[in-house]
């Protein structure tokens, strides 16, 4: 399954503009959304309550199945169809050391630190082909951080086994096995 057969694109509202849509990511999302004018995008600050966590399109896949499989919701997924990416909002809960950040990077994986400013899908044309929802928001509801990142250390492909060193509950989510 491709990222293009995933991505659902949220509908356009009779009136989809700017500030229409930032509304909705306020109102139904819960999201701390704003317009940067100068940009004609829609961003949203990364903070003690929103987190952010992106990885390529095909890990994303396996990642948001898994948590599916396991009864979690993954809550609302933007994807980057140029870059073939997808970032998850989720509760910054997370516990990341350096050893977990090495690991992490060695498979592509980044975490939103405080303060980063993530771009949300925007009504304007030009803004559509470098973002859409693969799942939008539906209500407030976004993962543990710690659970997406212990699913992405399960749907990880053996040839990219470098052990994380998550600190996570593994009664959560299950850990791949080394053998």
Not at 125 to 130: I, K, L, T
Not at 152 to 158: E, G, L, T, Y
Request: with cysteine; net charge positive.
């Amino acid at each position: 399954m491709t990222a293009a057969e995933v991505t659902t694109i949220v509908p356009t509202l009779p009136v989809d503009t700017l500030t229409t849509r930032t509304e909705f990511y306020r109102s139904v999302g819960g999201l701390d959304a704003h317009i940067r004018p100068e940009l004609q995008a829609i961003i949203v600050p990364a903070s003690s309550t929103l987190g952010a966590i992106m990885m390529p399109a095909e890990l994303a896949a396996r990642v948001r199945l898994h948590m599916q499989k396991q009864g979690i919701r993954s809550g609302p997924i933007i994807s980057h169809p140029r870059s073939s990416r997808w970032t998850f909002l989720v509760r910054p809960d997370m516990d990341i050391d350096v050893q977990t950040y090495a690991g992490m990077f060695r498979i592509q994986v980044t975490v939103a630190r405080p303060g980063t400013e993530i771009a949300l899908p925007s009504p304007i044309r030009r803004h559509q082909q470098f973002r859409c929802w693969t799942q939008p928001p539906t209500d407030r509801y976004r993962p543990s951080g710690s659970v997406a990142l212990a699913a992405i250390d399960a749907c990880r492909p053996p040839s990219e086994w470098t052990h994380m060193a998550l600190r996570h509950n593994p009664t959560t989510v299950p850990r791949r096995s080394t053998s």
